[in-house]
């Protein structure tokens, strides 16, 4: 492969990585009635697991019901008390995802009580970086 031919193919690669954020950032906008936000054809809804009433209380387990044409989609929660982050945790839904797609609501860095949450659906390329494709803010009761 000759040189100018070499650079043409780098400069080529690097005009498309450095569209990719913008293309990235196309999508819908608020999710009817479950106050998500998503990405063309893709939705994120909170599927309460073992709830005695009909909110999202703290020590309870959730999952997520997810709709994408993404073929490798993972779920992240981030739950915040104030300002202080109380809590993380990410799974895969898709169908050889080898762990569960539970998230309990509780950590030791999250010492009880009410949160604000958001869940995140997104996928990723390369284990790095990431492309959100819809989101969820929901409360987590005491």
Do not use: H
Not at 64 to 76: K, Q
Not at 93 to 107: C, G, Q
Not at 131 to 139: D, V
């Amino acid at each position: 492969m000759s040189r100018k031919m070499v650079l043409t193919v780098l400069t080529v690669g690097a005009l498309a990585l450095a569209a990719s954020p913008a293309l990235a950032g196309k999508g819908g906008g608020k999710k009817p009635g479950g106050g998500g936000t998503t990405g063309g054809s893709s939705s994120l809804s909170l599927v309460l697991v073992n709830s005695a009433d009909t909110v999202a209380n703290y020590g309870e387990t959730v999952t997520f019901t997810v709709t994408t044409t993404n073929t490798r989609p993972y779920v992240s929660v981030n739950c915040y008390q104030g300002g202080a982050w109380v809590y993380a945790a990410s799974a895969g839904f898709f169908a050889d995802y080898p762990w569960s797609k539970d998230f309990i609501l509780a950590a030791s860095s999250w010492p009880g009580g009410a949160a604000n949450c958001t869940a995140t659906l997104y996928t990723t390329t390369d284990g790095i970086r990431t492309t959100t494709i819809a989101t969820l803010n929901f409360p987590v009761y005491a």
